[in-house]
């Protein structure tokens, strides 16, 4: 009966595919023990200081949230030593690249500009609002060509989106090249800086601010910064993200975004678990510590593996076994990975960088799967 009148940039959408779920394998394969390693979610769960936090807060559920997340807002501008004014969040990062091609970006005129592959959210948002997006191929080994996307640049671009680290490869631009980039962009076009993976570029002895313009305090006018407690912060299931835009972008995102999309146990558990500096630590520590054994294993099991600066590996499994066949294999093994067909990547597998356990399982059964030739 709808069908007619469904708007035609809905009609034309595929959905997004997100991970398989663990209760979904657990059933379809009739398996006790499955972990998930789609999603870069945290590997050692969540802080207890959030636990702890989310009990003590659930009997103010009943309340709205207060208008604009005053408190969250606030400690966040303490935490990165920022402006508070600067500072908007959403549910999760995704409302906030919802939000921003909204705000800017007008149908049947305008467009937006991102690599290809990239996180889908970006392309997807814009197709619902009927914006035109333009894409560039990154580089054959996943760097990016900023030449080459600032020639897809025109005077209707609202919106550049890049993802750094990135999503899926893992490949992480210098941040003078960012920096550079957004010099050249026209002034009246927001170059949207995707942090999600950031805490996790630095290598031993080095700080986010050598990765990352935000943290070394020289984010250029005309660029904002995204970031989520989805990750690192071990918060996906509460959908919490935060951006630091230019102050009157952030002054017109409150006067539009949904008044309460971020709720009360969200902004409590962030308060909580900017104050678990330990387990914080813990996170990184696990993430770059896994990040080495599986780039180790996998190599040595023949797969050609991206270097990463994010919670995920990229890889290419040995010329026996397709990507297909190995993701096939493994679900029905218990360990749940990401094809990455939907990045246009079909030759191609995300692993999320586990705790030591789920590692250690995602290495043996890949190497059962690789060493009896392939499918099973
Ligand atoms: C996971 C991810 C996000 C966001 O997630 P939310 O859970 O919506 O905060 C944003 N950008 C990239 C590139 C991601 O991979």
């Given at each position: 009966m709808f069908e007619n009148v469904v708007r035609p940039e809905i009609r034309s959408l595929k959905p997004y595919v997100p991970g398989r779920s663990i209760d979904e394998i657990r059933e379809e394969y009739g398996l006790e023990c499955v972990v998930k390693m789609a999603s870069n979610e945290n590997p050692l769960g969540v802080s207890p200081l959030v636990k702890e936090a989310l009990g003590r807060h659930a009997d103010t559920v009943f309340r709205y949230p207060a208008g604009g997340n005053p408190r969250l807002v606030k400690a966040l501008a303490e935490h990165w030593q920022?402006?508070?004014?600067?500072i908007v969040g959403g549910n999760g990062s995704d409302e906030i690249i919802d939000m921003l091609v909204r705000m800017l970006a007008v149908a049947g005129r305008d467009n937006v500009v991102c690599f290809r592959p990239c996180f889908s959210l970006y392309p997807i948002q814009s197709l619902i609002q009927g914006v035109e997006i333009r894409r560039q191929p990154v580089n054959t080994d996943f760097s990016f060509d900023f030449d080459k996307l600032l020639a897809l640049v025109d005077e209707n671009t609202r919106l550049v989106f890049v993802t750094t680290p990135d999503n899926p490869s893992g490949y992480c631009p210098k941040p003078d090249e960012v920096k550079a980039l957004a010099a050249r962009l026209p002034r009246d076009c927001l170059l949207v800086i995707d942090e999600a993976y950031m805490d996790f570029a630095p290598a031993p002895g080095e700080s986010e601010a050598d990765w990352s313009l935000f943290k070394r305090g020289?984010?250029?006018?005309n660029a904002c910064v995204i970031r989520t407690f989805s990750k690192s912060y071990g918060l996906a299931g509460l959908r919490i993200g935060v951006g630091i835009l230019p102050e009157e972008l952030a002054s017109y995102y409150w006067r539009a975004?949904?008044?309460?999309?971020?709720?009360i146990l969200a902004e409590e558990a962030v308060l909580a678990a900017l104050e678990d500096a330990e387990f914080r630590e813990l996170t990184l520590t696990t993430v770059r510590e896994g990040r080495e054994v599986l780039t180790r294993g996998l190599t040595e099991l023949g797969c050609t593996v991206m270097p990463s600066r994010a919670n995920f590996l990229m890889f290419l499994p040995p010329a026996q076994c397709t990507a297909k066949d190995l993701y096939a294999g493994l679900l029905a093994r218990g360990v749940i990975v990401r094809a990455l067909a939907s990045y246009d990547l079909p030759a191609w597998i995300r692993v999320s960088i586990g705790n030591t356990a789920e590692n250690r399982l995602f290495l043996k059964e890949t190497a059962a799967i690789l060493n009896e030739g392939g499918a099973r």
């Open positions: 920022t402006d508070a004014s600067r020289d984010l250029p006018a975004r949904l008044p309460f999309s971020v709720n």
